[in-house]
C-alpha cells in the first residue's frame, strides 16, 4: 500500500478512495482471514467538479440511486402531460 501511494504521489495523485474487507467478524469458519484492499486513483477536484462514478459501485459493486425511478417517472409524467395540453 504505502509503495502504491508513493507512486501516486510521484505521479501528482493527490485523490484516491480505498476500502478494505476481510472474514466475517465473528471468526466463524477458518482460524485466519486474507485483508483485501482496493484503492483507485481519482481526477484531481477542480471548479464545478462532478464525479460519474462513486465508491460504492466501483468498490461495493452497489449502485446508489438518488431519486427512485418511480419518483422521477412521476414528476415526468406531469411535465409532458402539461406539454400535451
Not at 484503492?39 to 477536484?45: A, D, G, Q, Y
Not at 471548479?47 to 431519486?67: H, I, K, N
Request: hydrophobic share 30%.
Amino acid at each position: 500500500l504505502s509503495s502504491v501511494l508513493r507512486g501516486y504521489a510521484e505521479l501528482g495523485v493527490e485523490t484516491f478512495n480505498l476500502t478494505s474487507f476481510s472474514g466475517p467478524e465473528d471468526g466463524r469458519g477458518k482460524k485466519y482471514h486474507r485483508l483485501n484492499l482496493r484503492l483507485i486513483s481519482r481526477p484531481p477536484l477542480r471548479p464545478l467538479y462532478t464525479s460519474d462514478s462513486g465508491f460504492m459501485e466501483r468498490f461495493q459493486y452497489e449502485p446508489v440511486v438518488e431519486t427512485m425511478p418511480e419518483e422521477l417517472a412521476a414528476r415526468l409524467r406531469k411535465i409532458f402531460e402539461g406539454e400535451r395540453s
